[in-house]
């Protein structure tokens, strides 16, 4: 069994309760991810919230919200044109695993070639 691992190629702030005193901010994660074959292989994202420090610089702790579970809100596509979507996620610290699936979001890709512009919404708690 193989894991793909995502490639971090871009952050974007998609929306923050900071102005109302809160400490949850959105992001936008854009991912790649290597060759992929289905039920053999799983996918990950790992140092996901030192990634988002890293981008923001701003001197901030990130955390997981354990009720606030990322989820896919974008296809990527892969080198034959094929959508690649995200499945269910679990949260293990500072590390995301989960399948790559068609749209439904259940059914897992049976094989895809590497894949790019995978979108994650990831909501952390910014200390």
Request: net charge negative; charged share 10%.
């Amino acid at each position: 069994m193989a894991t793909a691992s995502a490639t971090l190629n871009g952050i974007t702030l998609l929306q923050s309760d900071s102005a109302l005193g809160g400490g949850r901010f959105t992001y936008l994660c854009s991912l790649s991810f290597p060759a992929y074959t289905g039920s053999t292989d799983s996918a990950n994202f790992t140092g996901v919230c030192a990634a988002i420090n890293a981008s923001v610089k701003d001197g901030k702790t990130r955390t997981f919200i354990s009720s606030c579970v990322p989820t896919c809100v974008g296809p990527g596509v892969d080198t034959n044109g094929q959508a690649v979507y995200i499945g269910a996620v679990t949260i293990s610290t500072n590390d995301l695993t989960f399948n790559l699936t068609a749209a439904d979001g259940t059914t897992e890709l049976t094989t895809a070639t590497a894949s790019q512009g995978v979108q994650l919404a990831v909501t952390v708690l910014e200390a």
